[in-house]
């Protein structure tokens, strides 16, 4: 006899994950977005230690691991499903109510938390819903906003 499964679970809504990386974490990034299904449908959100002074070229190292459109972060863009997201070289971002706002880089010798930066306004977003992963850092950036994403009611 064969048996039937219904399911009351609400449907599956993507989520926003963000991705904090130093500057040599692209390996694992093209590894990461290699292995993504090509149903998903999530949107990602890559924070990474850059300099300012040059313009990244993670876009073109990564177009061809992934079945996502890849976009340069900008003021005021509200994030859409199936898309990566890149914070430009010469500003921190956060999320408010799932768009973005860019905020200049501390100028000088002010230490900078881009991570801990993007990760807290997340947490305050999507509360329990809040996902971020740290595949590697500078120093402790990073750890702070995982706290707040952890500990978010």
């Known amino acids: 006899m064969e048996s ?21 974490g692209l390996e ?3 590894s990461f977005f290699r292995n993504l299904p090509k149903s998903d449908i999530n949107a990602y959100v890559i924070i990474q230690h850059l300099s300012p002074n ?5 876009a073109e190292l990564l177009e061809k691991f992934t079945h996502l ?3 340069k972060i900008e003021d005021k863009e509200c994030i859409k ?15 408010i109510n799932g768009c973005f706002k860019l ?8 230490m900078n938390f881009p991570i801990d930066i993007l990760f807290n306004s997340l947490a305050k977003y999507k509360k329990e819903k809040a996902i971020g992963i740290i595949l590697s850092g500078t120093g402790s950036d990073g750890t702070r906003g995982l706290k707040s994403i952890k500990e978010v009611e």
Do not use: R
Not at 6 to 11: G, L, W
Not at 103 to 110: C, D, F, I, R, V
């Open 69 to 71: 459109t890849i976009k």
């Open 81 to 95: 499903p199936k898309h990566i997201y890149l914070i430009p070289p010469q500003n921190n971002a956060e999320i």
């Open 28 to 30: 694992t990034l093209q």
């Open 54 to 58: 040059f313009e990244s070229m993670m």
């Open 4 to 24: 039937t499964f219904t399911s009351y679970a609400e449907p599956f809504k993507p989520q926003i994950i963000a991705i904090g990386a130093s500057a040599g």
């Open 103 to 110: 905020l200049a880089k501390p100028k000088g010798n002010t």
